[in-house]
């Protein structure tokens, strides 16, 4: 068999080492090493730590940015689609990508400088962790103007709702007895896009 091309293996690495001891503590050293390459090999395709966890979100992660921009050009008000649907298949993304993002992006906080330096990076490339709320709001008022959410609702607050929801049930039940939601990822997200539709939808 093949050995995978040396950027997907660094990829990889770079992904599982986040997920095991966070974005602080993986250091360029271990992923190359965990990779089988050299450090000077894996900067041949990535500047620095913080280009290496963007190509980790978008290549390793669930789809939540590129899910959120089809549904904005194709779903909004889709006859096809109900806005429960998309909402429902955007809650199971967003809890999915929150559930691994956390633990690679948590042990920032106990590092200033080094979170300091990540948001800068995130900006300097237009990301970071707002960017989810607002593609969520511009779906919802895309919604809005295809006369299937309420014109009194307020889109933003709703997305920072949802999404809130999404995030927290990323870390919420770790230290319960169970150690794990007691619903489903498939229930829950269907739970939340059932409950925020009921806030925002249009009364007949």
Known sequence: M???????????????????????????KEIAKAAG?????????FANKEELFLAVLNERLPKLGSLLGRLLTEGAGNADRTV??????IA???????????????????????KRRHEEAM????AGPHKPIQGLDAYLRAEQKAGRI???ADTYAAACLFLGACAQRAF?????????????????????????LNGIAVRG
């Open 2 to 28: 093949d050995q995978k091309p040396a950027r997907v293996r660094i990829v990889e690495a770079a992904h599982e080492l986040m997920l095991d001891i966070g974005l602080a503590r993986t250091t360029t």
């Open 37 to 45: 390459c050299s450090e000077a090999a894996l900067y041949k395709y």
């Open 84 to 89: 429960e649907e998309n909402l429902t298949d």
């Open 92 to 114: 199971r993304e967003a809890a999915l990508f929150y559930g691994q993002t956390f633990p690679m992006a948590a042990s920032l906080y106990a590092e200033p400088r080094l």
């Open 123 to 126: 900006r300097d490339r237009d």
């Open 150 to 152: 309420s014109p009194d």
């Open 172 to 196: 919420a039940y770790d230290m319960s007895e169970e150690g794990k939601p007691p619903t489903s990822v498939d229930v829950f997200a269907a739970g939340i896009a059932r409950t925020l």
